[in-house]
């Protein structure tokens, strides 16, 4: 029967480990000046190298060679190890062994001499899974060891262990492995096996191993046993079921080129294709992210683990997107990963996410409604045309959509609005901060109860907050003013921009309209929603 690739190329001494070289140094200058702790903590993702280290520093305790060649894997001990049969080598799985019983089984055998070696090495994995009455039946031992008995605690959540266990025992944090230091080594299992793979395909396997060797060498295997003794990229994408990488890149093309139908298009694509929306939204994420590092830094070489057409192509989007869309559509499509899971219908998360990274905010409902109301109607073939022409603004029962600045203007002009436009605002502005509570938030709703006096034209809307320049500046923030526009627009019926002002009465040029019923003094009014919505008490000085 044949052995597994990551059991057959596991490392066998210190030299074999790979990206953890601040852990193999300390444990070799220990080793030489003779000042081995009594107990190790390991800790560190999964397949990074811990209980292998450990298994190597096993090696090390109790092999028979000249100082500065342990281990040699030829003396018996050494030899022993390797194969499993180191009846003083103690490995315990703390998943299946937890109880406090199990540790006092320990405990009473910990006592006696080795049998074949200097040293009896306890290896404890997943340490982390011990009950707490295991760790305190543990500690006194843990303490003070018997001369001849080493311990070495390995764990992916270090967190979980008591302050008591962690001060007993010298630590070590692994890392996740670097994708170029996983393509080599794939490259050299490769060469050993007697296969062929490209390049592209070992760094697919590596960035999709995300800093673990073990996943990285079982899904080479995986490849190798695929039928063919040549690894093809293609290959590899199928086996992840990851997206082509193209399909990414088209994505934050039309992200910058604000093509909504088309961007819709390519991701129902993925749907019908069959492609994981989880792998899909992760790299383009992880796409976007490459575009900012660029836009950041102008640095390529900080993406050293990316192909070379890939990070020319990153460099190209970085010069047509702008920062702001960039980060906050990372910030997005980040928030609809986990939202991927199920659902109805579930790739909405990531058509939302797209939606709003191309409005640069947060979309009123009716905007989406009627964004997936177009989709639907439109006939075969004309996702990628402009939208439909939208509701005309003076129909109170359905708002239109706001046009998009590259969407080509309509045939007829939208009507100016004027003090009836804004009289409608504020006989619904109730229901206006009822829909900006849902969509931007609590602060923002309170922010907004500081109107004093709007002023509508035909381009603009202005807002006077009286002398509350609090709510004012809150309102105007550049991440906040996006969302509220957004709303405003979908009640007025077209686009708006928006205007915060201090002063009682609110100003705009042209024909302006300046109408409020509401008083322009009395109480702030933070004041009297923290009262009225959230239960406070005002006291009296």
């Known amino acids: 029967m044949s052995t597994a690739l990551y059991r057959k190329w596991r490392s066998q001494n210190f030299n074999e480990v790979i990206g953890q070289e601040h852990v193999t140094q300390t444990l ?6 003779g000042r081995v702790a009594h107990a190790y903590l390991f800790s560190g993702p999964r397949g990074t190298g811990k209980t292998s280290t450990a298994r190597i520093l096993a090696k090390a305790l109790n092999c028979t060679a000249p100082e500065d060649e342990r281990p040699c894997d030829r003396c018996p001990t050494c030899i022993a190890i390797t194969e499993g049969r180191m009846i003083d080598l103690i490995e315990i799985d703390a998943a299946s062994n937890n109880s406090v019983d199990d540790i006092r089984e320990l405990r009473d055998k910990v006592g006696f001499r080795p049998s074949e070696g200097r040293y009896k090495i306890y290896i404890i994995d997943e340490v982390h899974m011990l009950s707490n009455s295991a760790f305190n039946a543990l500690l006194k031992t843990l303490e003070e060891p018997p001369p001849h008995t080493r311990f070495v605690l390995a764990t992916t959540e270090p967190h979980k262990i008591p302050a008591t266990v962690l001060s007993r025992c010298q630590r070590f944090d692994f890392r996740r492995i670097p994708a170029p230091e996983i393509v080599g080594h794939l490259q050299h299992i490769v060469a050993q096996e007697g296969f062929a793979a490209e390049a592209d395909a070992l760094l697919a396997i590596a960035r999709s191993a995300q800093g673990c060797m073990r996943d990285a060498i079982s899904l080479l295997d995986q490849m190798l046993s695929y039928g063919s003794e040549h690894v093809t990229l293609a290959q590899v994408q199928q086996v992840l079921g990851a997206v082509n990488a193209q399909a990414v890149a088209e994505l934050a093309s039309l992200l910058a080129s604000k093509d ?10 993925q749907v019908t294709n069959g492609a994981s929306l989880n ?4 790299q383009v994420v992880e796409h976007l992210r490459g575009v900012m590092v660029l836009q950041m830094t102008g640095d390529a070489s900080l993406l050293d683990d990316l192909p070379g057409e890939s990070i020319r192509q990153l460099q190209a989007q970085a010069k047509e997107l702008t920062l702001p869309v960039t980060l906050y559509a ?16 579930p790739q909405l998360p990531l058509e939302l996410a797209f939606i709003e990274a191309v409005q640069g905010g947060p979309v009123a409902p009716v905007i989406v409604q009627q ?3 177009q989709i639907i109607q439109a ?23 706001p046009k998009p600045a590259d969407r080509e203007p309509a045939k007829s002009e939208p009507a100016v609005l004027d003090a009836e436009a804004a009289r409608r605002l504020w006989a619904r502005w109730k229901e206006f901060l009822a829909v900006v509570k849902t969509q931007c938030g609590l602060q923002v709703n309170a922010a907004l109860q500081a109107v004093r006096d709007v002023a509508v034209s035909d381009q603009a809307v202005a807002f006077a907050f009286g002398t509350n320049e609090f709510s004012r500046n809150m309102v105007a923030k550049p991440e906040i003013l996006p969302g509220v526009i957004a709303v405003l627009s979908s009640f007025l019926g077209r686009e708006a921009v928006l205007e915060c002002q201090m002063g009682e009465k609110a100003i705009l040029t042209g024909r302006l309209v300046g109408v409020s019923d509401t008083p322009v003094s009395g109480p702030d009014p933070l004041v ?6 959230l239960g406070a008490q005002v006291i009296e000085d």
């Open 28 to 33: 070799r200058n220990a080793l030489r000046e």
């Open 260 to 269: 909504l139908g088309r961007g819709l298009a390519l991701i129902h694509k």
């Open 528 to 533: 009297e929603f923290a009262v009225s919505d």
């Open 371 to 373: 964004v997936v109301q």
């Open 379 to 401: 006939p075969a073939g004309a996702l990628g045309a402009p939208a439909a022409e939208s509701a005309k603004p003076g129909d109170k029962s359905t708002p239109s959509t």
């Open 279 to 282: 792998e899909f939204c992760q």
């Open 330 to 345: 990372i910030k997005r499509f980040s928030e609809a990963i986990p939202e991927l899971k199920g659902g109805y219908q």
